[in-house]
């Protein structure tokens, strides 16, 4: 599985960002709308001024992730991962 740490990422695309664990990272002015992100993983991360609209996410986990002035539409949290969900 794909490990990735304090990497900054900028107007990335839904099919741009591979599976895996994603810690301490900040996503900036990207466009995940629609993307699948079964069993990925963000840890102390954040989203500032991302569309995440229709994200699929099932056994997602979000531990300690911050969404700043980002698009949520259509996200069902309920089918992440609960274990140590905290966002």
Do not use: T
């Amino acid at each position: 599985m794909l490990y990735v740490e304090a990497q900054h990422f900028n107007h990335l695309s839904g099919a741009s960002l591979q599976a895996g664990s994603y810690e301490g990272c900040q996503f900036e002015s990207c466009d995940f709308s629609g993307a699948n992100w079964s069993n990925f993983r963000f840890v102390d991360s954040s989203f500032v001024h991302c569309n995440l609209s229709n994200v699929q996410l099932p056994d997602a986990r979000f531990q300690a992730v911050v969404f700043k002035q980002s698009k949520l539409l259509g996200l069902h949290f309920e089918h992440c991962y609960a274990f140590g969900f905290e966002i």
